[in-house]
């Protein structure tokens, strides 16, 4: 993958972006995918992607969460919301737990980069041993603390995790 800090600042940097992210939980494990953020670095984090306008919080998730899994769900609980401000990147992002309808799981694409500039590598179920194993730079700030599956579900509100902030 050529130039992917270019291919993130020119397509999800430099502007406020609204996100939607979902946490399926089955057999006590959570969905997590893996990003590639730059040659030397990965980043995981729950389905999920900016929102289309237009387009409703249950729309957005449910679109995104098919293109990326291949799963069809439906948006369950509002769970929080967190700021992610790491520049170039900068999102307010409302977190939904969601329960499965259907489909075969499969990792997808984003279509808003070329088949051959894909961010996403990896789609798997984790228990929160495993989660908890990711160094914190490679997860998202959501995840950082939680010690079961109840966590996600019992934390509510607006979280900042010690975000970097442009001055």
Known sequence: ??????QIQDKFGG???????GVLIENDKIL????????????????GGGMEFGSS??????????????????TGEFLGVTEFLEPPLHAVELYFEVKLKKGRLALGT?????????????????DIKEIQAIPRAEKHQYFWNINSTKDVRIWKGYFNFENKCIK
């Open 110 to 126: 984003d279509p808003e980069l070329e088949g051959h500039q894909q961010l996403l590598e990896e789609l798997k179920f984790m």
């Open 32 to 47: 997590m995918i893996k990003h590639r953020m730059s040659s030397s670095r990965v980043f995981w984090n729950v389905p």
């Open 15 to 21: 502007r406020l972006r609204t996100r939607v992210n």
């Open 1 to 6: 993958m050529e130039h992917i800090e270019t």
């Open 57 to 74: 919080i249950t729309m957005n998730l449910e679109r995104e969460f098919l293109e990326e899994t291949g799963l069809e769900v439906e």
